[in-house]
Every structure is written in structure tokens, then in C-alpha cells.
């Protein structure tokens, strides 16, 4: 079993940068593809990027290619999301997810069956 709690939301610009963190608990945190999701208000939650076990692949949506990037220590059971030139379509409560499975799409049902979740952090972007 795996407890998420993220951190590192708030308020930024446009065009600003944050780090979000992930802490995981667990000894079987190497067992599980690390993802981030996020949830606009009135919106479904949707996929952002995922890693695997390792850290040797990464996935994105393609909203934040080249802006987000996803990566994981495995030492410290953290997983990281570093944004970039983020934008007021950014804004959401972004969710740190731990999945048994490497997907290749994140469709809602796909979603659906993710296990673990976080409570969640805001990630405000201001115009």
C-alpha cells in the first residue's frame, strides 16, 4: 500500500514556474509508475505525465510537452513535477497518483482504475 501527500502548489504569473513534490510512504514505492494528474473546476480529472519504475520513460500530455517535466528519486520515495512557462489553463488541483501499470493512454475508464491517490495540491495561474 502507498500514501501521496503533494506539496509545493500556490499562485503564480503567467508565464511562472513551480515544483510540485510528491512523498511517498510505503516500501514498495520502485514498484509502482508515478503519475500527476489534474482537475480544473466543472472539468474531469485528466491525465499530465507519468514515469516508470525506473525513471527510464516518461509520458506527457500533450497540453505541457516541453513545459512540465516529470522525475522520481527512488531513494527518497519523491516524485517531482517542475512547471514551466505555465499558463491560466494550467490552473487545477493537480493529484500525484501511483499506478501498478504502464499505459499508454490515460482515458477516463483508464483513470478509473488507478489505485492510489493524493488529496491533492492548487495550482493557481493568474493572467
Known amino acids: 500500500q502507498v500514501q501521496l501527500v503533494e506539496s509545493g502548489g500556490g499562485l503564480v504569473q503567467a508565464g511562472g514556474s513551480l515544483r510540485l513534490s510528491c512523498a511517498a510512504s510505503g516500501r514498495t514505492f520502485r514498484s509502482y509508475v508515478m503519475g500527476w494528474f489534474r482537475q480544473a473546476a466543472g472539468k474531469e480529472r485528466e491525465f499530465v505525465a507519468a514515469?516508470?519504475?525506473?525513471?527510464?520513460?516518461?509520458s506527457y500530455a500533450e497540453a505541457v510537452k516541453g513545459r512540465f517535466t516529470i522525475s522520481r528519486d527512488n531513494i527518497k520515495n519523491m516524485v517531482y513535477l517542475q512547471m514551466n512557462s505555465l499558463k491560466p489553463e494550467d490552473t487545477a488541483v493537480y493529484y500525484c497518483?501511483?499506478?501498478?501499470?504502464?499505459?499508454?493512454?490515460?482515458?477516463?475508464?483508464?483513470?478509473?482504475?488507478?489505485?492510489?491517490w493524493g488529496q491533492g495540491t492548487q495550482v493557481t495561474v493568474s493572467s
Open positions: 514515469i516508470s519504475w525506473s525513471g527510464g520513460s516518461r
Open positions: 497518483a501511483a499506478d501498478a501499470t504502464w499505459r499508454s493512454r490515460y482515458d477516463p475508464a483508464a483513470v478509473g482504475e488507478i489505485e492510489y
